[in-house]
């Protein structure tokens, strides 16, 4: 009879049999029609009541019932009623087979767990266990679950317990998969980039660190990783403190974790994890500290300021008490104070100080063409180059172009000068041992006021805040001391962004109270910056702080102090995500456009890297519909920070915005891709920025030329030939007499930008464990202000990541070790050094040209090419004509890394090397982080393998003796000379190399 169904042409006979009295009958109907329903539902359709009614009837055997339900369900499934179809399926209980492989089974399921899903999602968010989840619903998920788990189909199994809250099928997938390891990194990208809601997304990572605990060889750089989004800084001590207890490699990978959390700039954690260090073993610190060892460590790390240093000469004399002491202590004392040094930052950041300085490659030539094509009279030009000055120069140290131009330099007047002492700030990030000194000659001087300037003295404070931007632990108290014992407006305004910077996120009750006070004397210039400060201090805690400043906001008359509070408000509730959404309700229904305004960026940062839909779609809403033009731009703009975990979809998505016909709309969108794609060189963004960048409108224009620079920063002319055009493009708008004033500053500031910290830093948003990096998105949001206020564009510079590889051995000292890139080397080298002729032939071209200066002429030049082949041969690199003294020096001493392997390929035409071989700190651009691979029979192996960023290498031979890299020389050098001279002023004070040996020929 089964074969007789298969050959039917019509179900009509079937259909008549359910309606026979007989229950053998109807079962039989009702198992062939469910074998033929996939051709003949059209006809079965017609008789679903009847089948329905099978389905209800009590008297019924329940298998006969089930299968009715199976029946119905699959009718409705053809008929396209999924929800009718589902109710059905779920009435077939066991028939309905989760591990069937046909179409109706899959969309099913699909339907049955997206139900799920979303009825378990509100019953979370209504905190009220009222939603009643069907538990035969939940029986077909949870077999499902099974099902994924048992085929060792785990990915599958974790995304659908996540997406339905179960977390305890999803520990079970974890567990039983095949790689653990593998599993939880999973999840955690997960959780990351899937989990919208902040606090369900805290509840899958605790149970990822539990189910990490659990394992055999616990993966410690995760567990901490997790621990610093759930804000456990208790934790993350015990492990650190565990860790350091143990053996050398143990403690090599303590280092590790503490650079990998440092690299994700969050100031009070990190305060917090240190001083629970210390607090656990103050004890042995006390009896056991070798006094050798501090002095030791106090030489390596050279962040220990002035005053430890007279401390541990202090030690020597106990020398004859401590040998009693157990010497597993002193070690552990030693490995302490040296996981201190790193949490507190100060190891990176003088690291960072010396590969910036060593390395750098700012080519002064730029800037000199910039000086000389801006007008004098032009203001905003005139800024924008000591902008530009400042960004190209980030965290070098390196002042030539400064102190050569100093009568150039002092035509700044009012805010211009402001602007300009605190470009110093930006140049000498990072400086920390002499950020007071290099500042003296122009902060405040004792309480009558000074005779300075008080722009200078405000913009030195500024300076200050940017020296110590994130670190600021030592000059906080000064800032705090000078704010109060002012009363001038500029000086305050200072003040407060420098307290802002340097205590980002503390989220310090005192400095806030003498920041409010500065805000309540009702200056807009001060106030502005007070209200800034304030939402820099407490970034990311959503205090209630936030209702008395926005109350505030209302009472004021300023604007410039609404939107300082504006800006601060929204900085308040940065990555709060939807704790934030009452707040940013409430600013986005305000009448004032400018609350408005700061409604966007709070939606901004409060779901920022998110790419949360809700966000998105508020932004998109309010930049088409907004009647402020304002809040129009910002609308678009706040795009890019919501976006920037994402890069490749900011482009599809502002697509459109990019050709509106409101010029803010473009600008926007603009700033938008060059805040999500900043560093990637993304093609999709510049295509986009292209044509903007020649726009009708000049606002428009400069704000592509930023964005282009922020997109193309690092990558070489190489990889994507648009960068060589977009440089040649700024010289062209900035050399061009007719160009106007706004497009000229958005080119030089882009050249600034292109060229940054020496051509070594890259704008990373997303530390490489994929955490938002704070003190980045902060600075970018902050520098998007430069709009309405110009000395903000400094804050650019908190968002530069240095792109270097550095290893590090057991005493945080860099050895020398060599890896291997495998690429071109022309695909990631620095840019050409530009030459005097291309942009002086522009001015000079009418002159009569003598027969005899043309032969001096030609004989210079052959001259130069001599000198400059064996400048070449000799492995340093030929520095642009003009060069400085201060760039001679760092050629010299630096040993010309990767040029070694260039060198001789470049005098004789060769087929160009697939790879090439790098040494210890390297440049490593993000696109070439995928090349990177270490050699075999290397020394040092890397604790974990990355790219770039911070590496501890385990030592293979420790009893050899090992070789540093040479770029401590000269910051050590330049670092441990007198409080007073700084590090440039050497490199401007040093005698020049002596020339390279060539013949004369008359």
Request: hydrophobic residues 40%; proline residues 4%.
């Amino acid at each position: 009879m089964a074969a007789a169904a298969t050959m039917v042409s019509s179900a009509g006979g079937l259909l008549a049999m359910l309606s026979e009295s007989h229950p053998r009958l109807k079962l039989h109907a009702l198992s062939n029609l469910n074998k033929c329903v996939d051709y003949y539902w059209p006809e079965i359709s017609t008789s679903v009541p009847m089948i329905e009614s099978l389905y209800e009837d009590e008297e019924f055997d329940q298998h006969q019932r089930q299968l009715a339900a199976l029946l119905v369900s699959k009718v409705f499934y053809y008929l396209g009623e999924l929800n009718d179809s589902l109710s059905y399926a779920l009435g077939a209980g066991s028939l309905f087979d989760v591990s069937d492989d046909s179409d109706y089974v899959h969309t099913l399921l699909s339907k049955a767990i997206d139900e799920y899903a979303s009825l378990k999602t509100k019953a979370a968010e209504s905190k009220k266990e009222a939603v009643e989840v069907d538990p035969r619903l939940e029986a077909i998920v949870e077999r499902m679950l099974d099902k994924c788990i048992n085929d060792g189909k785990y990915q599958q199994a974790m995304g659908i317990a996540i997406e339905c809250r179960r977390l305890d099928k999803l520990e079970e997938a974890i567990t039983r998969s095949d790689n653990v390891h593998g599993s939880l990194s999973y999840c955690i990208n997960i959780s990351h980039s899937f989990v919208y809601r902040r606090e369900y997304r805290h509840e899958v990572l605790r149970l990822l660190v539990n189910v990490f605990q659990k394992l055999p060889s616990p993966d410690y750089l995760s567990i901490c990783q997790c621990q610093m989004f759930l804000d456990e800084p208790e934790d993350v001590a015990q492990i650190l403190e565990k860790l350091l207890r143990s053996d050398k490699d143990d403690a090599l990978l303590s280092f590790q974790i503490a650079f990998d959390l440092v690299e994700n700039e969050h100031q009070a954690f990190l305060l917090n994890v240190r001083d629970r260090l210390s607090v656990s073993t103050s004890r042995s610190q006390e009896s056991g500290q070798p006094g050798h060892n501090e002095a030791d460590a106090a030489q390596n790390e050279s962040p220990a300021a002035s005053e430890d240093v007279a401390m541990t000469d202090g030690s020597h004399t106990s020398d004859a008490t401590v040998q009693q002491v157990d010497p597993s202590e002193g070690i552990h004392a030693e490995r302490l104070k040296k996981i201190r040094g790193i949490l507190s930052g100060e190891t990176s950041i003088q690291l960072t100080l010396q590969f910036l300085y060593s390395h750098n490659k700012s080519d002064l030539l730029i800037l000199k063409t910039i000086k000389q094509s801006v007008e004098m009279r032009n203001s905003v030009c005139h800024s924008a180059t000591i902008y530009a000055n400042a960004i190209m120069h980030a965290g070098t140290t390196v002042d030539t172009f400064l102190r050569e131009n100093l009568d150039w330099l002092s035509r700044a007047t009012n805010w211009a000068k402001f602007s300009a002492t605190a470009g110093l700030g930006v140049i000498h990030r990072g400086h920390l041992q002499q950020g007071r000194s290099l500042m003296a000659p122009y902060l405040p001087q004792g309480g009558a006021g000074g005779g300075g300037s008080p722009y200078s003295e405000g913009g030195a404070l500024y300076a200050l805040g940017l020296i110590h931007a994130n670190h600021g632990e030592g000059i906080k108290q000064f800032l705090r001391d000078s704010l109060r014992s002012t009363n001038v407006e500029v000086i305050q305004h200072g003040a407060c962004l420098g307290l802002g910077l340097a205590a980002l996120g503390t989220a310090d009750e005192d400095i806030y109270d003498d920041i409010k006070s500065a805000l309540y004397t009702d200056s807009a210039v001060a106030g502005e910056a007070a209200g800034i400060s304030m939402g820099l201090l407490m970034v990311g805690t959503a205090s209630e702080k936030a209702s008395e400043m926005l109350a505030y906001a209302h009472e004021t008359q300023h604007e410039k102090i609404i939107r300082g509070l504006a800006l601060g408000i929204a900085l308040m509730v940065y990555g709060r995500e939807e704790e934030a959404d009452t707040l940013i309700e409430q600013m986005t229904r305000d009448q004032d456009p400018i609350i408005r305004y700061g409604g966007m960026y709070a939606l901004a940062l409060a779901y920022r890297g998110t790419a949360n839909n809700k966000a998105i779609r508020q932004l998109l809403h309010f930049a088409v519909s907004d009647v402020s033009d304002d809040v129009r731009r910002t609308a678009v703009l706040a795009l890019g920070f919501v976006l920037y975990s994402e890069p490749e979809q900011t482009p599809r998505i502002v697509s459109l915005l990019s050709e509106s016909y409101n010029p803010h709309v473009r600008y926007g969108a603009a700033l938008a891709v060059g805040i999500s794609c900043a560093g990637t060189g993304l093609s999709e963004a510049i295509s986009l920025l292209e044509p903007l960048t020649s726009d009708v409108v000049d606002f428009v224009r400069q704000g592509a030329l930023i964005a282009m620079a922020m997109v193309m920063v690092q990558t070489s002319e190489a990889s994507d030939s648009r960068v060589g055009a977009f440089r040649r493009q700024l010289e062209k708008i900035i050399l061009d007499k007719h160009e106007d004033t706004m497009s000229k500053m958005g080119a030089i500031l882009a050249s600034g930008i292109l060229d940054a910290g020496g051509r070594n830093v890259t704008i990373r948003l997303l530390s490489k464990t994929k955490h938002d990096k704070v003190t980045a998105v902060v600075g970018l949001a902050v520098f998007s202000q430069f709009w309405y206020w110009y000395p903000l564009i400094y804050f650019i510079s908190l968002a530069f990541s240095p792109t270097a590889f550095v290893g590090l051995n057991y005493d945080l000292k860099v050895p020398r070790f060599e890896f291997l890139s495998h690429a071109k080397p022309s695909l990631f080298e620095y840019p050409k050094p530009t030459t005097v002729p291309t942009t002086t032939s522009a001015v000079k071209l009418p002159t009569a040209v003598l027969s005899t200066s043309a032969k001096a002429k030609a004989r210079a030049k052959k001259e130069a090419e001599q000198k400059a082949i064996a400048e070449k041969s000799s492995g340093a690199e030929a520095s642009s004509a003009g060069s400085n003294a201060g760039k001679g020096k760092s050629v010299s001493e630096k040993d010309g890394d990767s040029m070694q392997v260039d060198s001789p390929q470049e005098k004789k035409v060769e087929p160009e090397p697939s790879f090439e071989i790098l040494t210890n700190p390297a440049r490593v651009v993000p696109a070439q982080e995928k090349f990177i691979k270490f050699l075999e029979e290397s020394r040092y192996v890397p604790v974990k393998l990355a790219p770039s960023g911070f590496v501890l290498l385990r030592d293979l031979r420790p009893t050899e003796p090992e070789v540093f890299s040479l770029t401590d020389s000269p910051s050590s050098t330049a670092s441990n000379t007198g409080g007073s001279a700084t590090s440039s002023t050497m490199a401007v004070d040093e005698e020049p190399q002596p020339p390279q040996p060539f013949e004369y020929t008359s």
